[in-house]
Each structure stands twice: as C-alpha cells, then as structure tokens.
C-alpha cells in the first residue's frame, strides 16, 4: 500500500503539479521560435539574441502582476483572460521604452492548485504571446496554503524586449506645443480593482451577473474585459511618424504616468471632454460618491496609453490608427494638468 503524502496532508500536492505541466509545455511550445533554445523542464529558459534586426540592441525588461482583479475571477469562474490580462499589461509598460517584445515568464502562487484555473491562466498567456510575437519561456506554479485561501491565487508576469539604442524612446524631445494622443482602453485594465470591488459589490450589492443601468453587458463580462494590447498601434504610428514618449495610463492615472517621462520645462495638458468616458466608471463614481479628481488618479477613465510626438505628425498618425484621439497637448510648464469643462 502506498503511504500518504505528508506533504500533501500538509497541503502542498507535487502530484497536481506535475499532471498539468506536460499541457503547460504543449501551451507555451505554440509561441516558440527558432530563438528559445531550451527544452522542455529546463531550469531556466534560453533565448538566442544572435541575428536580432536591431543594429545597437538594448535588452528592455518589466515585471507585474494584475492586483485584485483576480478575485473577480475566482468568483466568476474565468481565468482565461487573467492571462492575457497580465502578458498585455507588460508589453504596454515596455512598449513606453519604444521596445518590442522577445520573450515572457509567469509566476503562479495559490492556496491549493486547481487544474482548470492553472491552464486556463496559460491558455490566456499563450494566446497573448502568440498574438504579440512573443515566446512564453518559463514559469513557476507554487502552491502555498498557509499564505493563500484554498480558492485563491496571484499571478505575476516578466516581460524581456528588445530596442534599438538609437530608438529608445525617453520623452527626452518631448516639447511645447507636442500633441498628445490617446487610445481608447477596453475598460478597467488591470487598475482599480480593489475600490471597483468595494464600491459595486460590497456597497450596493451588485452580483457578477447582474447588467447595473447603462451597462449593455453583465457586470462580470464588463470587469472582466483583459487589459487591451497597444503593440500593433504602436508600431503603425511608429512607422509614419517619430513618437517622443508613451506612457502607459495604468495606476495614478494620467499625473501619476505622464509625469514619469515630461522633461523638467513641459507641461501636459489633458482634457478629458475630448473623449466619451465609459459608463463604467461613470457607475463607479456615482455609486462610489467619488470625486472628479480621485476617479482620474485611480482609473484609466477609458484611455489606456498615449503616444507623445510632434503636432505636424499627428494626422498621419491618425491616418493608420483612426481611433487615436487628441487628448492634449505639450504647453510650457511642469507636471500634468487635467482641465475641467463641465
């Protein structure tokens, strides 16, 4: 008779592990290329840099994970876009360095492993790395009970990209009288979350599948929407028309990121009349009895990046990416402005 694990009656199951990881393998193999070198099972992934495009390469790395909208997910279920949730949101913040990306690396902790949520997370990544051109490398399952619940998991992502030297985008040319264009986000993102949480489903007692007024989706399908990929935009824009900074709207809205790459002598002016803000966040902030002034530091208020460049480029831009919308612009000054028209 076999003895029982007490490692597992301890509960840490090496066995749960190892059942999904050939499926894991088959996943991450559909994203490889000619560059990852390694085989499956090896302790550490390898991606051949020889023959890269870029003449002066400079490696560009990022890591992140996607905060509490992993409990949403428990709770509804549906795992698949937490994975690509996560690989998109690192390719943006790259993306802000002007780089593309190589390859990606996942670290998955839980309280207890449950197959379905593990491939369902690596399904997501796969097809994001895939649709990025990107190979998803290595990663890492935990499973950690005296940290996390038995229904409960985090996920966090490394990205590596690759720039030109010459191509690294700084923001250090960015000056007065710069356009500042945005796109429009698919919703939350991967910010917000734990105040979203708060104020829909503690305060007013919303369930997931519950369609609140003036939503045209369930309230799950909406706070699940994955955090939207900027590359192939990017990469339009950039091949008509120099870009002098990026940053990603994740966290502290438009200040907290849009600061992080002004020169000390520009100011960027935002107007947010200029574009129709979700009915999300609108539901947000009246539920919430939330200001103005709060709602743009927590949320992406429905622009997930803007691209930084000359205003006698911003009508090609627009010309290969039509839904790029002027949001603002470059004045003399320092730091970032929302102005207000009601």
């Not at 369902?120 to 990025?132: H, K, P, T, V, Y």
């Amino acid at each position: 008779m076999k003895q029982k694990s007490r490692y597992a009656e301890s509960g840490v199951d090496i066995e749960a592990g190892d059942r999904v990881k050939k499926r894991i393998a088959e996943l991450a193999r559909h994203t490889h290329c000619d560059k990852v070198l390694h085989k499956d099972g090896a302790f550490g992934g390898l991606f051949a840099l020889k023959g890269l495009k870029e003449k002066n390469p400079v490696l560009v790395s990022s890591v992140d994970g996607v905060g509490t909208k992993v409990k949403l997910a428990c709770a509804a279920g549906r795992h698949k876009g937490i994975g690509a949730d996560i690989v998109n949101h690192c390719i943006n913040d790259i993306l802000a360095c002007g780089a593309r990306p190589l390859f990606f690396l996942d670290y998955f902790a839980c309280g207890r492993q449950n197959d379905e949520v593990v491939l369902q997370l690596i399904e997501g990544m796969s097809d994001a790395c895939r649709a990025a051109g990107m190979a998803l490398i290595g990663g890492e399952t935990a499973q950690m009970p005296d940290v996390y619940a038995a229904d409960e998991y985090d996920v966090a992502g490394t990205i590596v990209g690759v720039v030109d030297e010459l191509e690294i985008i700084n923001g250090k040319d960015i000056a007065p009288g710069d356009s500042i264009l945005g796109l429009p986000s698919s919703g939350l993102h991967t910010n917000g979350y734990t105040l979203a949480r708060k104020v829909l489903l503690e305060e007013n007692g919303f369930r997931l599948d519950d369609i609140p007024k003036g939503l045209s989706k369930t309230l799950g399908e909406e706070l699940l929407t994955p955090h939207r990929s900027y590359l192939n935009e990017f990469q339009k824009i950039r091949a008509v028309a120099p870009i002098k900074g990026v940053a990603h709207i994740t966290g502290g809205g438009f200040e907290g990121n849009i600061s992080r790459i002004l020169p000390d002598n520009c100011q960027a002016a935002i107007h947010p009349n200029r574009w129709q803000t979700p009915q999300i966040f609108r539901l947000i902030q009246d539920l919430g009895r939330i200001s103005w002034e709060e709602m743009h530091r927590v949320f992406n208020m429905g622009i997930g990046i803007v691209f930084i460049l000359s205003a006698r480029h911003e009508e090609k831009a627009k010309e290969v990416c039509p839904e790029a919308i002027n949001i603002g612009e470059i004045t003399a000054g320092s730091g970032v402005t929302l102005i207000r028209e009601d």
